[in-house]
């Protein structure tokens, strides 16, 4: 079975402080793995893929197989970054599967 | 320059009425997904397209279903709404090249569904 957890509904830190949001996942195979984040009244959309090792806003993401995990970091928190934010998986028929997501609360 | 647009963006039906929620893409994409969303929890695939083949998840319920009549369009069809099926659903493109899905899944921004 495919699977994400993200073992944090909220979670809230003040401005320039470390963020790491949490996500793992279960899944047979060899996985592709996403960050979507959803501002404020806005839709859903891409903030980076595993595949890409890239930064985006400041966040990064790395892919541990060991720990079936792909935890979202950045070293500094703006309040810009308030938002929720789903981890997903692609695997099996080429689906996308969606934590419950974290909403991310920076403070000023 | 809006890519995936859902309409309407609210829509209130009544127990037991058909509701027929829209979607329409630009980005000519040959996979279309419609997720429903509850309150804090994931959104759920119910069924996607590629191209015109449909493809149902097996824990989707009967009462709803789907018509893509054409690349652009994509329509989620609930045939008696339940208290239960309120919720937020939304739709979603990405582009398939033979079995390798080349892009993210690009979303619209949702049709918020009340049942009354």
């Known amino acids: 079975a495919q699977r994400v957890t993200q073992p944090e509904k909220l979670l809230s830190v003040f401005k320039g402080a470390p963020v790491e949001l949490k996500c793992n996942y279960s899944?047979?195979?060899?996985?592709?793995l996403f960050w979507y984040v959803q501002y404020s009244r806005q839709r859903l959309q891409l903030l980076l893929r595993h595949i890409s090792r890239e930064s985006i806003k400041g966040f990064t993401a790395d892919l541990n197989k060991g720990e079936t995990s792909f935890h979202l970091k950045k070293p500094f928190a703006q309040e810009e970054d308030s938002a929720m934010y789903y981890c997903?998986?692609?695997?099996?028929?080429?689906?996308?599967?969606f934590g419950p997501g974290t909403r991310l609360s920076v403070l000023p | 320059d809006a890519m995936v647009i859902q309409n309407p963006r609210y829509q209130v039906t009544q127990f037991g009425k058909p509701v027929t929620l829209s979607c329409s893409q630009t980005l000519n994409h040959n996979v279309m997904y419609w997720y429903q969303q509850k309150s804090s929890q994931a959104p759920k695939l119910l069924f996607h397209?590629?191209?015109?083949?449909?493809?149902n998840e097996a824990d989707t319920p009967d009462n709803f279903q789907s018509r893509r009549p054409n690349t652009s369009f994509c329509f989620l069809d609930i045939r008696s709404p339940g208290l239960g099926d309120a919720a937020m659903y939304l739709c979603?493109?990405?582009?398939?090249?033979?079995?390798?899905?080349?892009?993210?899944?690009?979303f619209g921004q949702g049709t918020r569904l009340t049942v009354v």
């Open positions: 899944y047979s195979g060899s996985p592709e």
């Open positions: 997903a998986l692609r695997g099996y028929g080429q689906n996308f599967v």
């Open positions: 979603a493109t990405s582009l398939r090249t033979g079995i390798t899905l080349n892009t993210e899944a690009f």
């Open positions: 397209y590629y191209d015109k083949d449909f493809n």
